[in-house]
C-alpha cells in the first residue's frame, strides 16, 4: 500500500491536471461559441449558392448548342481525389479518429489511384506515416480561418481536377450537428452535381447570360464548399475539445474523491496502529510494576 506521502503528492498532481483542463475547457468553451455562430451563418450562403448553380446547370444544359462547363461533365474515372480535413491539435476525444477512419474507408473502396490532400496536421501525420503520397498538406490555418486562407487549397484542387490529375474529388470533414455529435462527412465536390433541381424553380433573370455566369459561379462555388467543411471542421474540433476537457476534469474530479478516502483510510489505520501500540506499552509498563 502507497504511504500517506505518495497519497497526498498525488492528490496534489491530480488536482493541478484538473484545473489546467478546466481552463481549456472554458478556452474551448469560447472558441467553441464563435465558431458555431461562423458554421451556421456561412450555410444558408452555400444551400442558396448550390440551388443557384443547380438552377443555373439546367437552364444552361436545357439550351439547344451549350456545352456543359468542364467543372460539371462526367468524365471517365482515372484517378480520384480525396480532401481530408482534421485538427492541427489533439485533445479532441475521438473526433480526428473518425474522420480518418472515414477517409480511409472512402480510399480503400475506391479501385482507381487516390491523389490525397489534407488540411490539418494530425490527418497529415497520419497518411504520411502510412506511406500515401501527398498531392498538398496544409497546417495551422488559425482559429479564425478568413476565405482567402482556403484559396490555396481551392487551387490545387481545381488546376488538378482540369489538369487530369483527378477526374473526381471527395471533401471528408466532421460535420458539425451540435456541441454533442459530430459526424464525419464525405461530399463529391468535382465534378459539381449541378444538372438536377429540387422542382421549386426560382423565377430568374440572368445578366448578362446563364451560360457566363455559370463560367464564373462554379469556381467560386467550389471554394465556397471548401470553405464551409474548414468552418465545420473548427466548429466540431472546439465542441469536442470543450467536451472531452469536461469529462477529463469530471474524471480528475472523481479520482481524487477516491485518493481522500484511501488516504483517510490509511490515516486512520495508522492512527490506530499508533494508539494499540500506546494502550500496549502502557498494558506493559503497568503489568511490571506490579
Do not use: W
Not at 472523481?254 to 506499552?281: C, F, H, M
Amino acid at each position: 500500500m502507497p504511504s500517506l506521502r505518495d497519497i497526498r503528492r498525488r492528490i496534489k498532481s491530480i488536482k493541478n491536471t484538473a484545473q489546467i483542463t478546466k481552463a481549456m475547457e472554458m478556452v474551448a468553451a469560447s472558441r467553441m461559441r464563435r465558431a458555431q455562430l461562423r458554421v451556421t451563418s456561412a450555410r444558408p450562403y452555400s444551400e442558396t449558392m448550390r440551388d443557384l448553380i443547380r438552377e443555373l446547370a439546367s437552364t444552361v444544359g436545357s439550351s439547344a448548342g451549350a456545352d456543359l462547363h468542364s467543372l460539371l461533365v462526367q468524365r471517365p474515372i482515372d484517378t480520384v481525389g480525396v480532401v481530408l480535413f482534421t485538427t492541427d491539435r489533439g485533445l479532441c476525444g475521438a473526433l480526428n479518429t473518425n474522420v480518418i477512419r472515414r477517409a480511409t474507408e472512402l480510399i480503400l473502396q475506391q479501385e482507381h489511384p487516390v491523389e490525397l490532400i489534407t488540411v490539418g496536421r494530425k490527418g497529415q501525420e497520419f497518411m504520411a506515416r502510412r506511406g500515401h503520397k501527398l498531392l498538398g498538406t496544409y497546417i495551422n490555418v488559425g482559429d479564425r480561418p478568413t476565405y482567402d486562407d482556403i484559396i490555396p487549397i481551392a487551387r490545387v484542387v481545381l488546376d488538378s481536377y482540369n489538369a487530369g490529375i483527378m477526374d473526381r474529388c471527395y471533401l471528408v470533414y466532421p460535420q458539425f450537428i451540435n456541441t454533442l455529435t459530430q459526424r464525419p462527412h464525405v461530399e463529391q465536390v468535382l465534378p459539381l452535381q449541378g444538372g438536377e433541381t429540387d422542382g421549386k424553380s426560382a423565377d430568374y433573370i440572368f445578366e448578362p447570360d446563364p451560360q457566363g455566369i455559370l463560367e464564373e459561379l462554379l469556381p467560386r462555388f467550389v471554394e465556397v464548399q471548401i470553405y464551409q467543411a474548414l468552418l465545420e471542421t473548427l466548429a466540431s474540433q472546439y465542441s469536442a475539445q470543450m467536451i472531452a476537457m469536461r469529462n477529463a476534469t469530471d474524471n480528475a474530479k472523481e479520482l481524487v474523491d477516491t485518493l481522500s478516502l484511501t488516504y483517510n483510510k490509511a490515516r486512520q489505520a495508522a492512527i490506530t496502529g499508533e494508539v494499540t501500540e500506546i494502550a500496549s506499552a502502557a498494558e506493559a509498563m503497568a503489568a511490571a510494576t506490579r
